[in-house]
């Protein structure tokens, strides 16, 4: 059986399947589309893929024989999961493995936007600070704020625990009611009481600009927005006027609606902190994420002992 993958694979996972006697194929620097092309998938069983890689029905139809896709991450809108649960194709992601390095670069950029902590740097950086002032760089204080964690997942839970240790009061919204204290029903509600909102919720087609133009109004011009979800869940236009406009304090992201581009109204807005997309970038959880999709894909194809279910992708 052939496996395609797309991505280096750190940690133990590329000597596991290397390991596995399976016929495994490294795209290296070709991309999947070429791979495509160049009839690359034509043996293919299983994929290792990233989030960067878009599955869809031209791969399922270049790849006949292809009945696993693994992918290293939990968030599996780059595949058309649909369609490849009508040809009987399972997906495999790798939920809870980057819960808590996602949770503190969250935290990250809440400290960062609320305490202004970029345009601080960049200043010292470019040799503009003239040095202490009373009144200087003065940013929000996280004791006695309130937190809307939109998304009460594994990740969402996370920062709220992180929050919690800084002294905030944690709020929530999710899609069903979680019975737990601190729910607010109404996401409108809970942007209207929250100092600052941290967003955790996948990218569906309900979930699309989700945070749009009205909704950042509702938002305390003193607020904060921290999105480490997904990019296409803001509305980047209507965010960048926000900050232009002075009606939203800061915002930390680390994704954007159309990776790698951002946004260019967005790199000029003050208050902002910017991070390429590193929510899960460290050496242990990367690791682990590889370890987990090929595992994952292992026991899929019957080359590992099923005593573990596969992290099978939840239904858009």
Known sequence: ???????????????????SGLDVDHLG???LDE???????????????????RIDARVFDAAP?????????????????????????????TPGALDDATADLAMLL?????????????????????????????GMDLAGATLG????????RAVARRAEAFGMDVIHHGRRATGEAGYVADLDHLLAQSDAVSLHVPSTPDTHHLIDERRLALLRPTAVLVNTARGSVVDEAALADALHDRRLFGAGLDVFEREPVVHPRLLTAPGVTVLP?????????????????????????????????????ESP
Not at 280 to 300: C, F, H, K, N, Y
């Open 1 to 19: 059986m052939g496996v395609l993958v797309t991505c280096p694979l750190p940690g133990a996972a590329g000597e596991c399947l290397a390991a």
């Open 29 to 31: 620097d070709v991309g």
């Open 35 to 53: 791979a495509v092309e160049r009839g690359r998938l034509d043996g293919v069983h299983g994929i290792v893929c990233t989030l960067t890689d």
């Open 65 to 93: 024989h292809l009945t696993a896709i693994a992918t290293v991450s939990v968030g599996h809108d780059h595949i058309d999961t649909e369609l490849a649960a009508r040809r009987g194709i399972q997906v495999i992601t």
């Open 110 to 138: 809440l400290l960062a936007a609320s305490r202004r902590s970029t345009e601080a740097e960049a200043d010292l950086r470019s040799g503009r600070w003239s040095g202490w002032d009373v009144d200087q760089y003065l």
């Open 149 to 156: 964690v939109v998304g009460w997942g594994r990740i969402g």
């Open 277 to 313: 997309h590193i929510g899960s970038a460290t050496i242990r959880t990367r690791s682990r994420m590889a370890e987990m999709a090929v595992d994952g894909l292992l026991t899929s194809l019957g080359v590992l002992p099923s005593n573990s279910t596969p992290h099978e992708s």
